[in-house]
């Protein structure tokens, strides 16, 4: 009998579960404590484990628990395990009453209030019971969510590489738009040169990050400085707020827009900017076996995009 059988056989998935809390409770105490049990009964799966291991997975002080390399091993490996049997069992439920299921996906808040929101919108027509879970935040943040496997996949935009880990799928390519709420003045012009806005209120994003940088470069493309802003914020719930009041202007993806209500708050306006383009993609863990509501998704978010993909 070779090693690996060896180990199977005395392997138990129980004590895998136990390390993984005690790594994450920090002292066997604590991981006793949420599992309900007691800290002779930790103590023994631990043991157990490292006999059948033949390795010493924590090392033990005064101060608690750390996890040696062995055990950061046994840790890594059992998350991506208990996190394949957690989608499982979510295929199963799914695959016996498709009309039901939960998923957890991230998106950048622009691509959530575009095509996210108009995926979720069909789908939940379609099948009422569905629940979302939608984190939004920046691309390296979502990754990140990716990584500790909290979400099946993000939406985002790109401009580099992605690490090896990922799988990446493109939808399309977008550029910025000026974008007013229906009440501003601006709407009833048939053409705009961006140099007649510059003195207008505008509400933009920080230009530190990715997309609050792209909006200014276009200032600076375009041979202007850019505006004095009134409001510098990444949150695009309050740059709409503000929009809404028929004052403000500001720059975002132009798929931010993407139709999915009768009644819009915003319009973007016929301004003429550089061609400052941005890649949107699916992102997944490679070898995380996606569940078939993510593949729904996924399916559904194609059809959703495929007309922005053939004018943008």
């Avoid at 628990?65 to 799914?94: H, M, N, S, W």
């Amino acid at each position: 009998m070779n090693t690996i059988d060896r180990v199977e056989r005395r392997l138990k998935l129980h004590d895998v579960r136990v390390l993984l809390s005690v790594v994450q409770a920090g002292s066997m105490h604590k991981a006793a404590e949420k599992l309900g049990t007691s800290q002779p009964a930790v103590s023994r799966s631990i043991g157990d484990l490292e006999h059948a291991l033949g390795v010493r997975l924590l090392d033990r002080s005064r101060r608690g628990v750390e996890p040696t390399q062995y055990g950061l091993a046994i840790v890594k490996r059992g998350i991506a395990v208990f996190d394949e049997l957690r989608q499982g069992v979510k295929d199963i439920e799914f695959l016996a009453d498709p009309s039901a299921g939960e998923l957890r996906i991230g998106c950048t808040e622009a691509v959530a209030a575009g095509p996210g929101l108009a995926v979720m919108d069909r789908l939940t027509r379609r099948h009422p019971r569905l629940v979302f879970h939608v984190i939004t935040g920046g691309a390296a943040a979502l990754y990140r969510e990716l990584m500790e496997r909290n979400i099946e996949l993000a939406m985002a935009g790109i401009t580099g590489m992605l690490s090896e880990e990922f799988a990446m799928e493109s939808l399309f390519d977008d550029s910025l738009v000026v974008a007013a709420g229906f009440q501003n003045p601006w709407t009833r012009r048939r053409k705009i040169a961006l140099a007649e806005l510059v003195n207008e209120p505008w509400t933009l994003m920080p230009p530190d990050g990715p997309s609050g940088a792209l909006a200014w470069e276009a200032f600076r493309a375009s041979g202007l400085e850019p505006p004095r802003t009134s409001v510098l914020t990444v949150s695009l719930n309050l740059r709409t707020r503000l929009l809404t009041t028929g004052r403000y202007l500001t720059m975002l993806p132009g798929y931010a827009l993407t139709p999915h209500s009768k009644y819009p708050l915003l319009k973007a306006l016929p301004v003429e900017l550089p061609d400052l383009r941005r890649k949107i993609v699916i992102v997944t863990l490679r070898n995380r076996t996606l569940s078939p509501l993510a593949e729904l998704f996924i399916k559904t978010t194609r059809a959703v995009v495929k007309p922005l993909s053939k004018t943008r």
